[in-house]
């Protein structure tokens, strides 16, 4: 057995060989053995250190048939439960002692299957399932279990037992205080009377003749790798065990090379590049990776410069165009992936990425380091932007399709959302909200937890697959902003371990980024210090290169209220004054403007959106100097489509109403962060005798009249993806159909299968019809900033927009009964409504209308077609591709027969009833006209008995039939 890891210098840690998180007997298990196992909860992480309740042994076993380290096999006993038979014996002083009388026995492992290792986790029961656990002291790769090795029928074996080492899948020695001059005593235990040898660097420290055990004192005599060997030697074999000490030698002080920037510098020939890391105050940093095996060496030891804030290096022999993973190792005790790097691995959830999703990953480097790990990469290939130059739409007619690519697409990737494009050009909206994408910890979150800033997430695919998704949108006239999360970092950034408080949980006082503390209300993660010099030069970098390198046209900046070093929690961040840190803050206010003018520099009429919510005078301010804020109006929309009239007046999305003085508020009925109108429609919907709410066709309907209302109103606006559908599946909603407020960040349903309902695709052709108004080139002004009147207090609601030659009146009735109303519009003569196509008299002076329960109108002051308008009320936007199958049932002689408008690429996809995919048939392109198609072979056969969506795309539009299977 050979331990591989190398010991560091200057760590406070020193050991203590008596104790050991484990002690097996005998040290060398055969299958047959009895073996008793003494755990001390004092060591390791110490989950149980002081527990006086009862401890239990989870375990199972490493054999010749498992994959990995946690590929457990044949565990006997079931987790957090309290069977008498895996109880520890309490031995005192944090010492529990457990016996297996024969290992191959009590975990029933088959004959002929190798047991390697034992595997182990000790824990206490707790009924509510949150368990206290005993594990190793790194919770990496290896999740902190605990394993010791089995060996042959009469092996010859030898293992150190003093330095202590961690009982991990690979043995790790633990951290010790060493250098030239320092004596470390040696013990080595073997499995049978042997010749012992102790070695330091090739020198004998002490022999031992017919002996099972030995030590020894060595002195290190120089800097350097310090290599120790204990062998065996039974006269027929010699087996050995080793370890490695790194004596660094002086940190060489140089400056900076000319042109260099914090992260890596590649240099043109491919073979070489210069890492720089910002770590002012610490003592020394070794570049450690697959260059040099993972192992902290003299020639990797970084240069600092004089003033003891940076680190570099450069290295060089790299093979063109190969990846090569590494870290920063710090102090000789910290590993760190590269803040600036744009690729990372995790040993935890790159083994969930689907290799469709991410081609050829690269492996993490298990068994050799532990934490996430950068990847470098010289000559990688380069993106080759079709769009240089892209005009951004105003930002005052923006109209925002905010996705979660996770829950919007099955295959959760660029590439597929690339394909998507058409769907958004298809419903009218100049611009993508893409929820955080750049590097969080897991692969199944919203993105709030972000770790590695300059890092695209590999959940979703390539970074050229997102430069090629972004240059598509711009093609097609769409902007792409990113939800950028910098009020705060999670756990694994390395800008947050680099000087973290382990005692306190907390970032350390020095942090250069972060505060120790919270200093506001609802911050999450560790809040970040933005009066920091160094705060905001990193600012400045992240939003430099995604606005550069990525061509992003701007950023929605996350909590950007929490941008304050006003105190407004107690020391321990609670007890928190919300109205203190909302009220006027100026160097908030300071510090925004300062990161606006930064932008502008860096990428001139780049979009800064901030999910402000603070006091108006605040936003007003932020407001005139260029910045679009967040304005959410979900309460009020939503109580008015559910028929709640007393708290339904909406007018707060208007900026006029907020006295605005320019139309920089970005309006909204539902976002990311708001339960959804249709779940609440449904669910808490007024009723009046035959009228209900609740029923699911009439809530949608209530949801087109308060998007009318919405998409109508000046300045830019902001829709929830599957929003134009009626989606009713709760921002609580858990996997296994309940709801939970725990299950908020969850995966939702998929729901393209919507398009199989009438009343949904309404809704989606009004989103469609007033977002196509929108861009009209004799609407497009007025909804930039025209005179705005209204009344939205009552159950009858109307709202007049008005400018030189283009007019525009929306009246609804929001109440469960028929009602009317006195509506003047603003010229006489005839005006045409939007959404059914129906004319109407103006006398230019108050006038009745009369509408029903749910009933409203889009008057315009012209007929756009010079006839009247198509109604949109009852026309799907892809009836014009005809497309059935027969027989239907299907079976495997089913044909798919389709009629094409118009030439263009065809795509079949066919789903299941929630819209998984099951089949993808890319037809190639097809001409005008009637054309067939059939079911891959197997796959009709292959269906369970159901009802099954068959998609058509084409030229952007989609057609969804539903298929049976008997």
Known sequence: MKKNFFLLLLILVCLNVSAQLITVSPAFPKEGDQVTILFDAAKGNKGLQNYTGDVYIHTGVITDKSTGPGDWKYVPMTWNSNTPAYKLTALGNNKFEYR???????????????????????????????????????????????????????????????????????????????????????????????????????TTVQTAANAGSIAGTATITATGENVFVASSNDGATTVGDSFKVYIAPPVTVSPLPAGVKEGINYENDGTAATLVLYAPGKARVNLIGDFNNWTETTAYQMNKTADGKYFWLRITGLTAGTEYAYQYLVDGSLRIGDPYCEKVLDPWNDQYIDASTYPNLKAYPTGKTSGVVSVLQTKQEAYNWQVTNFQRPDQKKLVIYEVLLRDFLEKHDWKTLKDSIGYFKSLGVNALHL????????????????????????????????????????????????????????GLSPMVQLYFD??????????????????????VGYDMNHESADTKRFFSNVCAFWLQEYKLDGFRFDLSKGFTQKKTCDDNGGNCDVNAWSAYDASRVAIWKAYYDSLQLKSPGSYVILEHLGVNNEEIELADYGMMLWGNMNYNFTEAAKGQVSNSNFSGAL????????????????????????????????????????????????????????????????????????????????GNGTINNSCRTDQKPIKWDYYTNASRVKLRNVYKAMLELRKNEYYDDLFAGATVDHDLTGAMKWFRLTSDSSKLVVVGNFGTSLSTMQVSFPSAGIWFDLISGEPIGATGGAQTITLPAGGYRVYLNRNLNGTPPTPVRDIEVSDVYRLRVNPNPVNSGSVIRYELPEAGAVHFTLMDINGRIID???????????????????????????????????????????????
């Open 100 to 202: 297996i009388t024969n290992l191959r026995t009590f975990y029933n492992v088959p004959a002929g299957e190798t047991i390697k290792k034992i595997a182990m986790v000790f824990r206490s029961y707790n009924p509510s399932g949150n368990a206290l656990e005993g594990k190793a002291s790194d919770l990496g790769v290896d999740q902190g279990n605990i394993y010791w090795e089995i060996y042959p029928a009469n092996a010859n074996a030898i293992r150190f037992t003093s330095p202590e080492f961690e009982p991990r899948y690979t043995p790790f020695l633990l951290p010790l205080t060493a250098g030239v001059g320092s004596n470390i005593s040696l013990e080595a235990v073997s499995a049978k009377n042997a010749s012992l040898t102790l070695k330091l660097n090739g």
């Open 435 to 490: 929820m955080p994408f750049n590097e969080f910890e897991g692969n199944l979150s919203w993105g709030y937890n972000p770790s590695y800033y300059f890092a695209a997430d590999k959940f979703y695919g390539p970074k050229n697959t997102l430069k090629a998704f972004i240059d598509e949108c711009h093609k097609n006239g769409i902007a792409v902003i990113m939800d950028m999360v910098l009020n705060h970092s999670f």
């Open 502 to 523: 382990g005692a306190g949980g907390k970032p350390a006082a020095n942090n250069p980024w972060f505060n120790p503390v919270a200093r506001h209300a609802f911050n």
């Open 655 to 734: 900026h006029t109403v907020r006295n605005w003085n320019k139309p920089h508020l970005i309006s909204y009925m539902e976002s990311h962060d708001e339960e959804r109108s249709m779940v609440k429609c449904k669910n808490e919907g007024a009723s009046n005798g035959g009228y209900n709410i609740r029923d699911e066709a009439t809530a949608l309907q209530r949801n087109e009249m308060a998007a009318a209302f919405l998409l109508a109103m000046p300045g830019p606006k902001l829709i929830w993806q599957f929003g134009e559908l009626g989606y009713d599946y709760s921002i609580n909603y858990c």
């Open 920 to 966: 993808e048939m890319p037809q190639g392109n097809r001409g005008r006209g009637a054309h067939q198609a059939r079911l891959r072979p197997g796959v009709a056969e292959s269906l369970q008995k159901g009802i099954f969506l068959l998609q058509l795309q084409v030229n952007g539009k989609r057609k969804i039939i539903k298929l049976m299977v008997q």
